[in-house]
């Protein structure tokens, strides 16, 4: 199975350049990033505090990890911070170097190029649409085979926007330890989610010592380019490796001090949760029942359009939505999604409305 995707959310200066006009004139529906931005607080933290760029990172990013701790309700040992949660994953799966891993598709490619460099051995699990992408979790038990060594689940998924209750999690990890196997489990998009969705995998560590979560202030805190990101493991072993593999301050001081002021300003956090989740609905109703597209429950900020109009393409939509300043991504062609796809993310009212009076006229 290929990933044929062209163009990643983070590629708008590609695009803008090609278009002739400035990144910000494109409003970026494919980067899954919230749109109210930075945190108020942490912004003005760091105003007074530019001087941090003076000094070295403390090397075990002490107090960051207690306010992550904190933030997420668990134990500040159980955290390691680094350059994004790209960086972990690809610790982690780095020192797994894992001999046959099984991959909940379809999925963000990262986890099979991070395998690829590892000469892992790799398949694929995939959410079936007629399901509804939500997954069948005897298959996906039954796909988990006797030398199995690494599991990776991204919850809720990307592009699916898919998710898996702590209660069916629970299931993979228990036949998981039973055979020494690791799972991964990329929360990227988990404060998306509601609390009685229970997508919260940290609530599983200190009874799994076979999980790894990743999760990082990219999406729902708006800061792709501050690079910050953590893991939370109980394994005390696994998370020695992984830091005496780490480069010392991989994580700068800017970002160590922003992400410590954000996860603290709980008005930003809350008005991000009210806005997306109001959004979620209007954007699930505004779409419902019509012959041209077919819209998935959402469970991250975004969401997953499958194109049922005759002779109507993902690309042609992404060069629509391109001519009126807007960026889509296109998830046609990607492993394990057979059809016309494309993937938008939960933007302010003003431009979803704008992505919906497009779509619309396709009705
Ligand atoms: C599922 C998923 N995991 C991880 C990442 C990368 O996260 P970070 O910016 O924290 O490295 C992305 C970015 O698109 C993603 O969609």
């Not at 949660?85 to 991959?103: D, Q, R, W």
């Not at 992408?133 to 991204?154: H, M, N, R």
């Not at 805190?221 to 991989?250: D, H, T």
């Not at 008005?271 to 959004?279: D, G, I, N, R, Y």
């Amino acid at each position: 199975m290929e990933n044929k995707t062209m163009f990643h959310g983070s590629d708008i200066e590609k695009i803008a350049q090609r278009k002739g006009v400035a990144p910000t004139a494109i409003k970026n529906f494919a980067a899954n990033v919230n749109p109210l931005g930075l945190s108020p607080l942490a912004t003005s933290a760091l105003k007074e505090h530019m001087d941090i760029m003076t000094r070295y990172p403390d090397r075990d990013y002490g107090t960051l990890r207690r306010a992550l701790a904190s933030y997420n309700h668990t134990d500040h040992h159980y955290i390691l911070v680094g350059n994004g949660s790209t960086e972990l994953l690809s610790l982690f799966i780095g020192e797994v170097a894992p001999k046959k891993a099984l991959i909940l598709g379809p999925t963000y490619s990262e986890y099979e190029r991070e395998l690829k460099i590892n000469n892992s051995q790799f398949s694929y699990y995939c959410l079936a649409e007629e399901n509804q992408f939500k997954l069948d979790i005897p298959g996906f038990l039954a796909a988990i085979e006797d030398d199995t060594d690494l599991v990776i689940i991204c919850n809720p998924n990307n592009p699916t926007s898919s998710g898996l209750a702590n209660s069916e999690l629970e299931q993979i990890l228990k036949r998981a330890k039973e055979q020494d196997c690791w799972v991964l489990v990329d929360e990227t998009y988990q404060e998306f989610t509601k609390a009685n969705d229970s997508i919260n995998a940290s609530l599983l560590l200190t009874q799994y010592d076979n999980l790894l979560i990743t999760r990082g202030g990219s999406k729902f805190f708006a800061v792709p380019g501050l690079r910050f990101g953590y893991a939370l493991c109980s394994n005390k072993e696994m998370r020695g490796i992984m830091k005496g593999e780490q480069n010392p301050w991989s994580l700068n001081s800017v970002a160590a001090f922003f992400a410590e002021a954000m996860v603290g300003d709980t008005d930003y956090i809350e008005q991000t949760k009210a806005l997306v989740w109001s959004e979620k609905i209007r954007i699930a109703d505004a779409l419902k029942n019509n012959q041209s597209f077919r819209l998935y429950k959402a469970y991250g900020n975004f969401f997953l359009l499958k194109i049922l109009k005759k002779d109507l393409t993902a690309k042609m939509l992404f060069d629509e939505a391109l001519e009126e300043n807007m960026m889509i991504r296109i998830c046609t062609g990607m492993a394990g999604l057979e059809g016309e796809y494309i993937r938008f993310g939960i933007l302010s009212p003003e431009d979803n409305d704008r992505l919906l009076a497009l779509l619309r006229r396709h009705y």
